[in-house]
């Protein structure tokens, strides 16, 4: 029973220790995409399929200048490029722009852009705040 006990947290270290090395590898990778502008994220969760990371890059007009996805079911997925968003208007995308990726992939996609809907609306909330202090 003692050995289970042991085997069951040794299992949880490894997980905990596999966590925390993909989440460095994405921190890293995301600095490293940093240089390309703005960097929308959106996650698809798993459950029992692969989840998704979408890593999208806009420049100031958010026209999209890089993508990446981040699939799969373990911790050792890894990035690809996703070429086919490249050029287009992030916040015009559509599931139409994600023919072909696939379910996950594509609710990544979508939730990049619903993601940097809601920090332009943040942002120009808090720019009628800035200006409705300076009139009082």
């Not at 996805?69 to 997925?77: C, H, L, N």
Request: net charge neutral; hydrophobic share 45%; proline share 1%.
């Amino acid at each position: 029973m003692g050995w289970m006990i042991l085997l069951a947290a040794g299992m949880w270290g490894l997980q905990l220790l596999l966590g925390l090395w993909q989440f460095g590898r994405f921190n890293k990778h995301m600095k490293e995409l940093r240089r390309y502008g703005r960097v929308a994220v959106g996650k698809a969760k798993g459950g029992f399929r692969a989840g998704a990371v979408a890593l999208i890059c806009i420049d100031e007009r958010a026209e999209i200048v890089h993508a990446e996805i981040m699939a799969g079911r373990t911790v050792f997925a890894g990035f690809r490029e996703l070429s086919v968003l490249k050029g287009k208007f992030l916040p015009l995308i559509s599931e139409d722009d994600c023919e072909g990726l696939g379910k996950q992939v594509t609710a990544a996609v979508l939730n990049a852009r619903q993601d940097y809907e809601n920090y332009r609306e943040l942002c120009a909330e808090r720019h009628e705040g800035d200006a409705a202090a300076i009139s009082d």
